[in-house]
């Protein structure tokens, strides 16, 4: 992280890589197992704020959903949204 970062954990330029798997990645358990992270209702997103994201990768990337999401980020998405879906076609 970097201190000129406007909102802590998010790059000013986000890593494409990441981005994409962020897009294509799915809740592996629970009530929304196989729902997209980026489509995860807000209230889930709040609920594990407040419990605790899980440890690892999966918790990293609910927490960085969490904060784009948060800060009315979510156009930051679309392309990979794109790109993801001119793929998968």
Do not use: C
């Amino acid at each position: 992280m970097n201190s000129e970062d406007p909102i802590p954990g998010i790059p000013v330029s986000p890593d494409p890589a990441y981005m994409l798997k962020l897009v294509e990645a799915k809740m592996p358990f629970g009530k929304h197992a196989g729902t997209l992270l980026i489509h995860l209702p807000e209230h889930y997103m709040v609920w594990f704020h407040e419990v605790g994201f899980p440890k690892g990768e999966l918790g990293d990337m609910l927490h960085t959903v969490y904060e784009i999401k948060l800060n009315g980020l979510e156009y930051l998405f679309n392309p990979f949204r794109t790109q993801r879906w001119k793929r998968d076609r």
